[in-house]
C-alpha cells in the first residue's frame, strides 16, 4: 500500500462531486460534503458551497486550503466593486474574479470551481473554472472526482426549461449517485437555489437520499445487521 495515503498530515482535498444546474428561472448549486486527507475522512459534513455575494455561489473542489483563498479574495474584490458600483456584481464579473485569480497563479492552485448566480441583466447563469483557469458558461456544470460518473447520466437527465422542482430533485439525485460510485464524495447533500426571490440553502442527511444499486441501507449499528449468536452454555 502507499504509504502516503496512511499520512494524516497531508493537505485537506475535497475529493468531492459539485454540481450546477440552470433552470427556467435561477440556479441550483449541490455539492456533497466529504473531505479528505488521504484515506482518511477529516471531515464528513463540510459545505462546499460558499456565498461570494448576496446573490452568487461558488462551489469548491480540489485544494480546500486553494479553493478557501481564492474564494476570500474574491469576495472582498466582490465587496470593494459592489461599493464604487453601487449596485451587485453580475455573476459574470464574479466568475471573471475567479477565473483571473485561477489562471494567474495556475502553477501553484490545485482547485476546480463552479460559479453560479441570478442578476437583473442576464438572470442564472452557471460558469466553470477548472484547474488552469479556463472560463466556461454552461446550462449545467459538474466537477470534482465524482464527476466521472455523472457525464452520462446528465446527457439523458437535463433538459432546457427545467422547472425549479425538477431542478433541485436532479441536483440532490445526481450528488447521491456520485456518492453511491465514488469513494471521495460522501455524506450529505447541501444545495443552494438562487432566483430573483433571493437564496434558499437546503440539506439532505444521507439516510434519507435514494439507494443506488448494491448499495446497503444506512443503519444505526452493526448490531442491527449481525444477527447475534446465541451463547454457549457453560460446561463444567
Keep these: 500500500m502507499d504509504k502516503s495515503l ?5 493537505p485537506h482535498s475535497m475529493g468531492t462531486t459539485i454540481i450546477g444546474v440552470t433552470y427556467n428561472g ?3 448549486l449541490g455539492a456533497d460534503s466529504r473531505t479528505s486527507t488521504g484515506m482518511y475522512v477529516a471531515n464528513r459534513a463540510s459545505d462546499k458551497i460558499t456565498q461570494l455575494t448576496d446573490n452568487v455561489y461558488v462551489c469548491r473542489s480540489g485544494s480546500a486550503a486553494d479553493s478557501q483563498v481564492v474564494s476570500d479574495y474574491v469576495r ?11 449596485q451587485p456584481a453580475t455573476v459574470k464579473v464574479a466568475a471573471s474574479l475567479i477565473r483571473q485569480l485561477s489562471y494567474n497563479n495556475k502553477a501553484m492552485l490545485q482547485t476546480g470551481m463552479i460559479v453560479g448566480g441570478w442578476d437583473k441583466y442576464e438572470g442564472g447563469k452557471i460558469y466553470g473554472v477548472p484547474l488552469g483557469g479556463t472560463l466556461l458558461e454552461q446550462p449545467f456544470a459538474i466537477g470534482g472526482s465524482g464527476s466521472s460518473y455523472l457525464y452520462g447520466f446528465f446527457d439523458q437527465a437535463w433538459r432546457e426549461g427545467m422547472s425549479q422542482e425538477e431542478a433541485e430533485k436532479l441536483v440532490v439525485t445526481a450528488v447521491s ?5 465514488d469513494g471521495a464524495s460522501g ?26 444499486h448494491e448499495e446497503i441501507e444506512a ?13 454457549e452454555p457453560m460446561v463444567s
Design 6 to 10: 496512511l499520512d494524516v498530515e497531508q
Design 26 to 28: 435561477g440556479v441550483v
Design 177 to 181: 449517485l456520485a456518492i453511491a460510485r
Design 76 to 86: 472582498y474584490f466582490l465587496h470593494q466593486h459592489t461599493i464604487q458600483l453601487g
Design 187 to 212: 455524506g450529505v447533500v447541501r444545495t443552494v437555489t438562487i432566483n430573483k426571490d433571493g437564496v434558499k440553502r437546503k440539506f439532505y442527511p444521507g439516510d434519507t437520499l435514494p439507494l443506488w
Design 219 to 231: 443503519v444505526n449499528s452493526l448490531l442491527d445487521v449481525v444477527p447475534a449468536a446465541s451463547p
